[in-house]
């Protein structure tokens, strides 16, 4: 094949294959916080950011951007874009200093079975060239920029999770890409799948991020994850009587006999009266579960010829 016709086999090769990528419908991105409100240090407000994330969003190829007025069965994604802050800062052993700009990127879809909702973060950074206001507008724009397309592809990686199957992503646990891994490790977890009780145990180790632990938290407790009891138990020791009652809850969410243990434990000795109440609640209710749990099981078998 010469060079010329094998060229352009490749760029219409490499065209299919984009077009065949499946595009997400997204409604108007909607804007949150005081950051975006006449930046000084962007030099722009709102409609810039709006702007330049839709640039974003339509380069990437895997969104398509569609009007307030869409059909139910559509079901556009809705976009809210948080810039949580723009800053400068100084790097050990570099004469520049960098502007950082952080997002956090939310996805939410109704009209399904229930509600969808998933969020993406990014960290963009650009280093300032120029000591001046015009310069360090430049680094912050580019840095700004550069985190729009992090998240806009953070975000397309997590909904492309979700049309995967469960072995594709038990692979993708193995990936060398960290986003891909957390990605299969959510769509997993809200699965159910039991390949994400391990590895959801693990991260309770790292207390370091209490949003994070509070999340893998609440997926074990959705998961009904009866081996992450022991852990939870282990996780409560000194921990102050506000977190202690959310890991109570979430141990009576999981249930099991080494749950009611615990729990009734609690109920009966812990120190705190608001402790011991939340564990008699979360007690009450896992007794509750239970009998009507049993009760359908007796219907059901009553019912059978």
């Given at each position: 094949m010469k060079p010329a016709l094998l060229l352009t086999s490749c760029v219409l090769l490499l065209g299919a294959c984009r077009s065949q990528a499946p595009r997400y419908p997204v409604a108007p991105v909607e804007l949150s916080g005081d950051t975006v409100q006449?930046?000084?240090?962007?030099?722009?407000?709102?409609d810039g950011v709006r702007e330049l994330?839709?640039?974003?969003?339509?380069?990437?190829?895997?969104?398509?951007?569609?009007?307030?007025?869409?059909?139910?069965?559509?079901?556009?994604?809705r976009l809210s874009l948080e810039v949580p802050f723009t800053r400068e800062v100084l790097k050990d052993g570099n004469p520049h200093s960098f502007a950082e700009v952080g997002a956090n990127l939310s996805l939410e879809r109704f009209g399904g079975a229930m509600p969808q909702r998933y969020e993406v973060v990014g960290l963009g950074?650009?280093?300032?060239?120029?000591?001046?206001?015009?310069?360090?507008?430049?680094?912050m724009r580019a840095a700004l920029e550069s985190v729009l397309r992090q998240v806009t592809e953070s975000?397309?990686?997590q909904l492309a999770a979700l049309e995967r199957t469960d072995e594709a992503l038990v692979a993708d646990l193995r990936a060398a890409d960290a986003r891909m891994r957390?990605?299969?490790l959510r769509?997993?977890?809200?699965?159910?799948?039991?390949?994400?009780?391990?590895?959801?145990?693990?991260?309770?180790?790292?207390?370091?991020d209490a949003d994070a632990v509070r999340r893998t938290i609440g997926a074990l407790a959705e998961m009904k994850a009866k081996s992450a009891v022991p852990a939870l138990i282990d996780l409560a020791r000194g921990r102050d009587s506000?977190?202690?009652?959310?890991?109570?809850?979430?141990v009576g969410e999981i249930g099991g006999p080494e749950a009611e243990?615990?729990?009734?434990?609690?109920?009966?000795?812990?120190?705190?009266?608001?402790v011991q109440a939340a564990a008699q609640q979360a007690l009450d209710t896992l007794y509750a579960s239970r009998n009507h749990a049993t009760v359908e099981a007796r219907g059901q078998g009553h019912a059978d010829p």
């Open positions: 006449d930046n000084a240090l962007l030099g722009f407000g709102p994330f839709s640039d974003a969003l339509e380069t990437s190829g895997r969104f398509e951007l569609v009007g307030d007025e869409v059909p139910k069965k559509a079901r556009p994604w950074e650009a280093p300032v060239q120029e000591d001046s206001q015009e310069g360090r507008r430049a680094a975000a397309s990686m957390e990605f299969a769509t997993l977890a809200e699965r159910k799948h039991p390949a994400a009780a391990p590895l959801l145990i693990e991260r309770l180790k790292d207390t370091s506000s977190f202690l009652q959310e890991i109570v809850f979430a243990a615990y729990l009734y434990t609690v109920a009966q000795g812990h120190d705190t009266p608001s």
